[in-house]
T-cell receptor, first 113, second 115 residues
């Protein structure tokens, strides 16, 4: 299948450990942020989002943290599983800008069995 | 949510030719977008496909190279014209807006290789 993320930074974690993926965003006016997961040969899949009026949001096994002061976003994955292996992208947007997304550079997550 | 299909899933084309990629959504959507993902890189927005009017292109992308159609609320096409090897990428369609809960969903992508 298609290989995504050949040249992206890679995070290697042991199965069962927690993973933290970081992202620096560019526009201080952005008010909505999304994490996507992209598996080889597929389009990006929505994981979790957060609005700028929040600093933390939790989903199932995932948590997103937002630090607007330093324009930093992180995705925490608890008890990482082999199925979590993929490339992860953060994206930012202005909610009144017709939903146009600006994607970060991405991180490849490898889960060791 | 929305289910998005793209055709073709992949193609190999000769330099100087064109490829038209189709994007079909299973429900009416407000916003449709086209992205490019070059090998090993992130996604870059090419344009917003506007229903019934000309697409809105991002900086660095022009209509002559990437003509887009959007005849209705469920379908759009992207043509990549006068192909060169530098156009080898994955091209992705996405949809967003109130009709799909304000999230943005992506199609599976079309992998284009230009020889």
């Amino acid at each position: 299948g298609e290989s995504v993320g050949l040249h992206l930074p890679t995070l290697s974690v042991q199965e069962g450990d927690n993973s933290i993926i970081n992202c620096a965003y560019s526009n201080s006016a952005s008010d909505y942020f999304i994490w996507y997961k992209q598996e080889s040969g597929k389009g990006p899949q929505f994981i979790i989002d957060i609005r700028s009026n929040m600093d933390k949001r939790q989903g199932q096994r995932v948590t997103v943290l937002l630090n607007k002061t330093v324009k930093h976003l992180s995705l925490q994955i608890a008890a990482t599983q082999p199925g979590d292996s993929a490339v992860y992208f953060c994206a930012e947007t202005l909610r009144d800008s017709s939903y146009k997304l600006i994607f970060g550079s991405g991180t490849r997550l490898l889960v060791r069995p | 949510s929305a289910v998005i299909s793209q055709k073709p899933s992949r193609d190999i084309c000769q330099r100087g030719t064109s490829l038209t990629i189709q994007c079909q959504v299973d429900s009416q959507v407000t916003m449709m977008f086209w992205y490019r993902q070059q090998p090993g890189q992130s996604l870059t927005l090419i344009a917003t496909a506007n229903q019934g009017s000309e697409a809105t292109y991002e900086s660095g992308f022009v209509i002559d190279k990437f003509p887009i159609s959007r005849p209705n609320l469920t379908f759009s096409t992207l043509t990549v014209s006068n192909l060169s090897p530098e156009d080898s990428s994955i091209y992705l369609c996405s949809v967003g807006g109130e009709r799909v809960g304000n999230e943005q969903f992506f199609g599976p992508g079309t992998r284009l290789t230009v020889l």
